[in-house]
């Protein structure tokens, strides 16, 4: 089982950047594959990212890709999400997630086991 704590959220101007931090309790950080997802009022839950468990493989949603970077440092049980370029359609809840599952890249938020508390990114025109 593994506890992750979302941080790095807040209110930032339109083209601003952002660094969410999720940091993951237990020795074992390098066996879950880590998503980022994301809540808007009114709206479904939203992938943003995945990262496989070696780094290698990374996934954005279309939305963000090309302004939002994902990465993990195993040995610190910490994976981020740099946000740059951000819009106000980018404001939400957003959300840390874990799978320890072997299976490939995974985009729905049911196929995650293990959630973080979520930090609020709110980002004005």
């Known amino acids: 089982q593994v506890q992750l704590v979302e941080s790095g959220g807040g209110l930032v101007q339109a083209g601003g950047s952002l660094r969410l931090s999720c940091a993951a309790s237990g020795r074992t950080f390098e066996r879950y594959v880590m998503g980022w997802f994301r809540h808007a009022p009114g709206k479904e839950r939203e992938f943003v990212a995945y990262?496989?468990?070696?780094?290698?493989?990374?996934h954005y949603a279309d939305s963000v890709t090309g302004r939002f970077a994902i990465s993990r440092d195993n040995g610190k049980n910490t994976v981020y999400l740099q946000m740059n370029s951000l819009k106000p359609e980018d404001t939400a809840v957003y959300y840390c997630a874990a799978d320890q599952s072997w299976g490939s890249v995974r985009v729905r938020p049911e196929e995650y086991d293990y959630w973080g508390q979520g930090t609020q990114v709110t980002v004005s025109s």
């Open positions: 990262i496989g468990r070696g780094g290698g493989t990374i």
